[in-house]
Antibody
Framework: EVQLVESGGGLVQPGGSLRLSCAAS????????MNWVRQAPGKGLEWVSY????????YYADSVRGRFTISRDNAKNSLYLQMDSLRTEDTAVYYC???????????WGQGTTVTVSS | SYVLTQPPSVSVAPGKTARITCGGN??????VHWYQQKPGQAPVLVIY???DRPSGIPERFSGSNSGNTATLTISRVEAGDEADYYC???????????FGGGTKLTVL
């Protein structure tokens, strides 16, 4: 079964750091580009970051560029999001999502909740 | 940056056809993807590349894209189709994945 499982969310103070992980299974992870997408409480979806299958290309939303770093370990079938200098507006459910062959995000994890609050 | 505009809500009676629009400047030149999200669940891809359906998505779901508007059409709407729907495109100029604001589909 194709599956993505996120972990690492939690409560953190403004200015703090958190590292999210996404464990992939059921497909050849290294072939696929991956994304992080977030959803603030009661709000819509917001794309956060993209990484190519080899890890050589990364893109970021303006709202997180310079604070968040996306990475992957293909040997461990894992995707990561290092989040530094967190702000209250970063509070959201964070999803990892696979970029399918048609360039839609065809597999999503269940999400992990990040709460930034003092 | 590129902006996608969706109506906040659409209502439809069971068995009828729902049409959810997604507006963007010359969106017809882009590939549009559509997602369904039910409360408390992760999004699900229902249409990719404007009009293709992933395996497991009913034929009742279809998509079109031309000019400045893309449309998700749901035929013979069922109660289980009630959800939020999001359109999405890749903006090549800014290297940005852009989502529309989402449309809440209510089945009357």
């Amino acid at each position: 079964e194709v599956q993505l499982v996120e972990s690492g969310g939690g409560l953190v103070q403004p200015g703090g750091s958190l590292r999210l992980s996404c464990a992939a299974s059921g497909f050849t992870f290294s072939v696929y580009s991956m994304n992080w997408v977030r959803q603030a409480p009661g709000k819509g979806l917001e794309w956060v970051s993209y990484i190519s299958g080899t890890g050589s290309t990364m893109y970021y939303a303006d709202s997180v560029r310079g604070r968040f770093t996306i990475s992957r370990d293909n040997a461990k079938n894992s995707l990561y999001l290092q989040m530094d200098s967190l702000r209250t507006e970063d509070t959201a459910v964070y999803y990892c999502a696979r970029l399918g062959e048609g360039f839609g995000m065809d597999v999503w994890g269940q999400g992990t909740t990040v709460t930034v609050s003092s | 940056s590129y902006v996608l505009t969706q109506p906040p809500s659409v209502s439809v009676a069971p068995g009828k056809t729902a049409r959810i629009t997604c507006g963007g400047n010359n969106i017809g030149s882009k590939s549009v993807h559509w997602y369904q999200q039910k409360p408390g669940q992760a999004p699900v891809l229902v249409i990719y590349f404007n009009s293709d359906r992933p395996s497991g998505i009913p034929e009742r779901f279809s998509g079109s894209n031309s000019g400045n508007t893309a449309t998700l059409t749901i035929s013979r709407v069922e109660a289980g189709d009630e959800a939020d729907y999001y359109c999405q495109v890749w903006d090549t100029s800014s290297h940005y994945w852009v989502f529309g604001g989402g449309t809440k589909l209510t089945v009357l």
